[in-house]
């Protein structure tokens, strides 16, 4: 008897990987009906969540079909049976087939339950950016600028006249320079004005920002006259009766507007407003990831430019790749250190905001900080950098507040031990030392473990 099963077991064994090989091997319909009906046959239980039962099967028409399905289920018309799918499967298989070597795009997701319409704050390179990244998703999106002139030159020519003037603006998104017109029926604002202007920008505001409505900001860097983060700034600005997410990554405005592939992240102690804005911005080019680690996400977003300065003025003064590879490696062992000291989660700091982000503006062509940096290396002094440009390098005045912001939170003996390179940039900065003098001290350090944390193992 025992041998009897045992045969019979063998023998059902051979009848499915017969199965099995036949479906690896044959790429027809036949062959994907028979897997169909195997899988009826051996997992009814799956027949109670079909479109999971659907996922199993690997051709581009059947994800459709189960693209479709979830869509159903949204919109509460989760009513058909097994057969329809199935012969919905076989049409779109035929689709497939007949139309081989042609990619078959999903279905657009449903529009949101209820009418969105976003504000923007500011109308520099990165505010542009994310509402562009809005508008061309059809979501209605107002930018808040400066002058009305500007405003005027965007909604006429769609192309702003002062940044990325080769870019095509959206006919969803309109420019005003009146915060009353921007923010009175928003129901989701950005904040992506400079750290050093915000309380001041905010403070004029503010009575404008209808109660309730959550806020992204986009804006990265430590106040100098209050050593605060973007989140204090805003709470202390707007009240703590709305929610506030942040946003950060490695993400050039150029880049964004080009539809370049990005992947950013956003904080939020809400969790479900963070799911939201990650909804409402992504798109096949531009995918948010979500994380509950403001803190994290705030140092990584101030720390990584000052670690830019850093490495553009090793860039400057030609000291090659491996003194430019391990400066950034450095810098970011101390952006980790500072970020546990202040509660931050070490997985954040390795993650897009911590470490991708300085990759991004260390190496990228585009990143202000690195071009200030590379221009002190190059022998350029302070007060002719800043007079030549209109761009923002925020690293520069956010090093300064760094510094003191460590000396106030942080303890422990000779803190410029635990952050060379944070303190040196600043020293260089404020005139102490010029590049140069900076990197010779950064090489005379005592040599010392590679990290502090292993003093505990």
Not at 112 to 130: C, D, K, Q, S
Not at 232 to 260: H, M, N, Q
Not at 263 to 289: G, H, K, P, Q, T
Request: with cysteine.
């Amino acid at each position: 008897m025992n041998t009897k099963n045992s045969g019979s077991r063998s023998s059902n064994t051979g009848r499915i990987r017969s199965r099995v090989v036949t479906w690896n091997n044959n790429s027809t319909w036949q062959g994907r009906r028979a897997m169909f009906t195997l899988m009826l046959t051996l997992i009814p239980s799956l027949l109670l969540s079909s479109t999971r039962c659907l996922a199993f099967v690997p051709s581009p028409g059947h994800h459709n079909i189960v693209n479709m399905k979830l869509l159903r289920m949204q919109m509460g018309k989760e009513n058909d049976d097994i057969e329809n799918i199935e012969n919905n499967v076989d049409r779109n298989d035929n689709d497939s087939n007949s139309n081989a070597g042609i990619s078959l795009t999903p279905p657009p997701p449903p529009p949101p339950p209820y009418p969105v319409r976003v504000t923007v704050m500011g109308g520099g390179n990165f505010g542009l950016a994310l509402a562009t990244v809005m508008a061309r998703k059809n979501v209605p999106t107002t930018l808040l600028v400066r002058s009305e002139e500007i405003a005027k030159e965007l909604n006429q020519t769609r192309r702003h006249p002062r940044y990325m003037k080769d870019i095509y603006i959206p006919k969803s998104l309109r420019a005003t320079s009146d915060p009353a017109i921007a923010l009175s029926d928003a129901t989701y604002i950005v904040h992506a004005v400079p750290c050093q202007y915000s309380r001041d920008f905010l403070n004029i505001v503010k009575d404008h920002v209808p109660s309730g409505v959550p806020v992204l900001s986009a804006s990265k860097g430590i106040e100098t006259t209050s050593l605060g983060f973007m989140a204090d700034i805003l709470k202390e600005c707007l009240g703590t009766d709305r929610s506030y997410a942040f946003l950060s990554g490695p993400s050039f405005a150029r880049e964004i507007c080009e539809g370049v592939a990005t992947a950013v992240v956003i904080a939020s102690e809400d969790l479900l407003l963070a799911d939201d804005l990650a909804d409402l911005m992504s798109s096949d080019n531009f995918r948010v990831f979500t994380t509950k680690d403001v803190i994290g996400v705030e140092i990584g977003g101030a720390v990584k430019n000052v670690i830019a300065l850093a490495a553009g003025m090793c860039e400057g003064l030609g000291l090659g790749t491996n003194a430019l590879s391990g400066l950034v490696t450095r810098g970011c062992a101390e952006m980790r250190r500072l970020g546990i000291s202040l509660g931050a989660r070490p997985s954040t700091i390795a993650g897009l905001s911590g470490v991708g982000d300085t990759f991004g503006t260390c190496f990228g062509p585009l990143s202000r900080n690195r071009k200030f940096g590379y221009r002190l290396g190059q022998g350029e002094t302070m007060e002719e950098i800043l007079q030549s440009t209109t761009e923002v390098a925020e690293g520069v005045e956010t090093s300064k507040a760094l510094v003191k912001m460590i000396k106030a939170k942080c303890r422990g003996y000779r803190l410029d031990l635990k952050y060379p390179i944070l303190f040196g940039v600043a020293d260089i900065l404020e005139g102490r030392y010029t590049p140069e003098e900076g990197l010779k001290g950064l090489m005379n350090m005592p040599m010392r473990m590679e990290s502090f944390d292993e003093r505990g193992w």
